[in-house]
């Protein structure tokens, strides 16, 4: 495994992330992009192979060439799998995430949401799951929403916490066979595989989760791109009166995701920022 890194300003940062992110094939398996101090960002990059981590140096000096990337061959282990006895449990609001070792101690009146690390994003450690969280938290204080679809849902975190909460059903999308996989396992683990299931599908393409809309509350923690392309069929998700929570979304960014969704009558309720990432709450008119 090898870490490509950089560090500079936020104009050089973003380009580069974007490119990463967006290059098809991505040389890189994962890429992150947040603030490393008052007035620097920083850059990192995974990938399997030395070809491949040359190949992300490349792209992130043609598009940002004032960055000095840095390339480090990790320790032969499996990062994306490690136990999370390492990292502190998650609190945002009500709820509280964490692996079994820390909820079996966790504090009382707390929705316990049960996450081990594994190959699915969201562990709730990351500033945009988090700010899900914090917006799901928000949308809770006013409403229940009882139909819920998470597209591109990875550990099924988001979906499971509504369910705990109240909503009677939800359905999760996935473009990945094993997040799919994972996903469904975590809502056995929290108990609520009979009100959540996650499909192998784009968006809410799905003919079970299409004739199932209109639904009271969206998620879609995915990607910036996609996000503004998602606009018109998350609206049309929509149930009036229902509740949107978009993530993946870098602050500078923020602009033509509220474009996208402004434009369609939804209007912005709530804004969380969190390491340099936004989520979003839109509402839909009754």
Request: aromatic share 6%.
């Given at each position: 495994?090898?870490?490509i890194?950089?560090k500079g300003p936020?104009?050089?940062i ?10 098809d094939p991505?040389?890189a398996g994962?890429?992150d992009?947040?603030e490393?101090g008052?007035?620097a ?9 030395a070809e ?8 992130i000096?043609?598009v ?17 799998t490690?136990?999370l006895?390492g990292?502190?449990?998650v ?6 995430v964490?692996g079994?070792?820390v909820l079996a ?5 707390k929705t316990p949401?049960l996450i081990?690390?594994g ?9 945009t799951?988090?700010g899900c ?10 409403a229940?929403p ?5 597209i591109?849902t990875?550990?099924?975190?988001l979906?499971?916490?509504?369910v705990?909460?109240g909503s009677r059903?939800?359905w999760g999308?996935?473009?990945?066979t094993?997040n799919?996989?994972v996903?469904?396992?975590?809502a ?6 009979n ?14 989760i ?5 639904y ?5 923690n995915i990607l910036?791109r996609?996000?503004?392309g998602l606009?018109?069929e998350i609206e049309?998700l929509?149930?009036p009166?229902g509740?949107?929570?978009?993530s993946?979304?870098?602050?500078p960014?923020e602009?033509l995701v509220?474009k996208?969704y402004g434009?369609?009558?939804?209007a912005?309720?709530?804004r969380v920022?969190?390491?340099?990432w ?9």
């Amino acid at each position: 495994m090898y870490q490509i890194s950089s560090k500079g300003p936020r104009e050089a940062i973003e380009p580069a992330w974007d490119a990463l992110a967006w290059t098809d094939p991505s040389p890189a398996g994962a890429v992150d992009a947040k603030e490393d101090g008052r007035h620097a960002w920083r850059l990192d990059a995974y990938c399997e192979t030395a070809e491949e981590a040359d190949a992300c140096k490349a792209i992130i000096e043609e598009v940002s060439p004032q960055l000095n990337v840095v390339i480090e061959a990790l320790e032969d282990r499996d990062w994306v799998t490690l136990s999370l006895e390492g990292l502190p449990p998650v609190e945002a609001g009500r709820f509280i995430v964490a692996g079994s070792h820390v909820l079996a101690k966790s504090a009382p009146g707390k929705t316990p949401i049960l996450i081990e690390a594994g190959p699915a994003f969201g562990t709730g450690h990351h500033g945009t799951t988090l700010g899900c969280l914090i917006g799901l938290e928000h949308v809770l204080r006013s409403a229940r929403p009882q139909k819920v679809l998470d597209i591109g849902t990875g550990s099924g975190l988001l979906a499971i916490a509504a369910v705990k909460t109240g909503s009677r059903r939800a359905w999760g999308t996935e473009i990945d066979t094993d997040n799919v996989r994972v996903a469904n396992e975590n809502a056995a683990k929290n108990h609520v595989a009979n009100a959540f299931k996650t499909f192998e599908t784009g968006g809410g393409m799905n003919t079970t989760i299409r004739k199932d809309a209109p639904y009271d509350l969206v998620f879609a923690n995915i990607l910036f791109r996609p996000l503004v392309g998602l606009a018109p069929e998350i609206e049309r998700l929509t149930a009036p009166g229902g509740h949107i929570i978009l993530s993946g979304l870098l602050s500078p960014q923020e602009p033509l995701v509220r474009k996208a969704y402004g434009n369609r009558g939804l209007a912005l309720v709530k804004r969380v920022r969190r390491d340099g990432w936004s989520s979003l709450v839109f509402r839909k008119a009754d």
